[in-house]
């Protein structure tokens, strides 16, 4: 497997790979981290005729806090943020998230901007910016900075909102509030694949009811999805195993998950349904949740 002939550029600042963009255009194709694109070029299922590599570019490898907010540099290599302190004290839910792509190897090189632009409907790091209301920089040489919500910027299969002449700069995260609890889980084939079914899960509680609630499914539709239905549900609800199952259902109903040789539409269906109950439950622990009105037992998480 080879990939077809291209010229090769590696700027040095970010004008210069805006300037390559707006040259280019869509001919033109932006090498972040290099674990998507690069199967992609030997395939031949990506034909670009120049790959702007930005790993030279400095300052896109940033990791600060500003406000209570986590602001990263789309560049952060993904095994970076999984061992950033700041990363898993700010944004918990993103933290969950990354042990699940790939391997150590793959999260070596790989990046937090290139998963998100890349826009894979199985990845996980979008349905962290979908659960998490993410801020997404997007920088282009003709018209300077844009930010956009996560819930505008994936639009299908492999489709974003970046136009073709713009880089996913940056990564913006907000504050979670007192009395937050996450988590992200996936059903894989085995661990490092891609999930079937996905989800990162926030419930935030308040004199033990649940105040507010973010859900988002990767796997199950051509890009991640917000169970907002299931989200209204929770709220104002008590953390309690029937209302974990109602939220399962309220989370998949309408949808038509996609059949492969991995899984039919029904059953990953039904995993949908499952992790949103497992997720909520573990996430209302974590927010601090009586233990016994939950159920320690594994019945709800059949």
């Not at 570019?57 to 500003?66: D, K, L, W």
């Not at 993904?78 to 699940?100: D, I, M, N, Q, Y």
């Not at 070596?108 to 659960?131: I, K, N, Q, Y």
């Not at 299908?156 to 996913?168: K, P, Q, R």
Request: hydrophobic share 45%.
């Amino acid at each position: 497997m080879k990939p077809p002939a291209f010229a090769y550029r590696a700027p040095e600042s970010l004008q210069e790979a805006l300037s390559l963009l707006a040259d280019h255009g869509d001919e033109a194709k932006v090498l972040a981290g290099g674990q998507s694109l690069i199967p992609l070029l030997s395939l031949r299922l990506a034909r670009p005729t120049v790959l702007v590599d930005l790993a030279r570019i400095p300052g896109m490898a940033s990791i600060s806090e500003s406000d209570g907010w986590l602001v990263m540099g789309s560049m952060v290599r993904e095994g970076h943020a999984e061992r950033a302190p700041l990363v898993g004290r700010l944004a918990p839910l993103l933290s969950a998230a990354l042990p699940f792509i790939g391997h150590p190897a793959i999260r070596s090189r790989g990046t937090v901007g290139g998963s998100l632009a890349h826009a894979d409907p199985a990845a996980e790091l979008p349905a962290v910016a979908l659960a998490t209301d993410a801020q997404l920089v997007a920088t282009s040489a003709a018209r300077g900075k844009r930010t956009l919500p996560a819930a505008d910027f994936f639009r299908g299969f492999f489709e974003t909102a970046l136009e073709t002449d713009e880089i996913l700069t940056e990564i913006r995260l907000p504050p979670l509030s007192e009395g937050t609890g996450v988590c992200f889980q996936e059903v894989a084939r085995r661990h490092g694949d891609f999930a079937m079914v996905g989800l990162a899960a926030s419930v935030r509680l308040a004199n033990g009811t649940i105040a507010d609630a973010h859900l988002a499914l990767t796997g199950v539709a051509p890009q991640p999805i917000r169970a907002s239905e299931a989200e209204l549900a929770l709220i104002g609800a008590s953390p309690t195993k029937a209302v974990f199952e109602e939220a399962g259902q309220l989370a998949t109903r309408g949808l038509t998950p996609p059949s492969d040789l991995h899984g039919s539409s029904g059953y990953r269906t039904v995993v949908a349904q499952v992790l949103v109950r497992r997720a909520l439950r573990v996430a209302a622990l974590k927010a601090g949740a009586d233990y016994e009105e939950l159920d320690s037992g594994r019945g709800d998480l059949r």
